[in-house]
């Protein structure tokens, strides 16, 4: 988790604070920024960049990415 903190993007960063600041319910920022991790995260790999776009699943519901989005954010958010 602490790598995926660590090593977030600047542009995403950003957009999952604009996600948390234009939103007031839980449900509808959970479900966006589930679609960012959903996109743009793999496990072994972290974020992916431009280059590696084309290695992005259409995966939704992992329920992996769901628990590493909320611990992220979680940490991304308390600092």
């Known amino acids: 988790m602490d790598r995926a903190v660590a090593d977030i993007p600047a ?3 950003d957009q999952i604070h604009a996600i948390y600041a234009e939103h007031s319910d839980r449900s509808v920022r ?6 960012i991790f959903f ?9 992916m960049t431009d280059e590696r776009s084309g290695a992005r699943l259409g995966v939704f ?3 992996l990415a769901q628990t590493v989005r909320a611990a992220v954010v979680e940490r991304m958010i308390a600092t």
């Open 61 to 63: 519901h992992d329920h």
């Open 11 to 13: 542009a995403i960063r």
């Open 39 to 47: 996109e743009a995260w793999r496990w072994g790999d972290g974020w």
């Open 30 to 35: 959970d479900y966006l920024v589930d679609w």
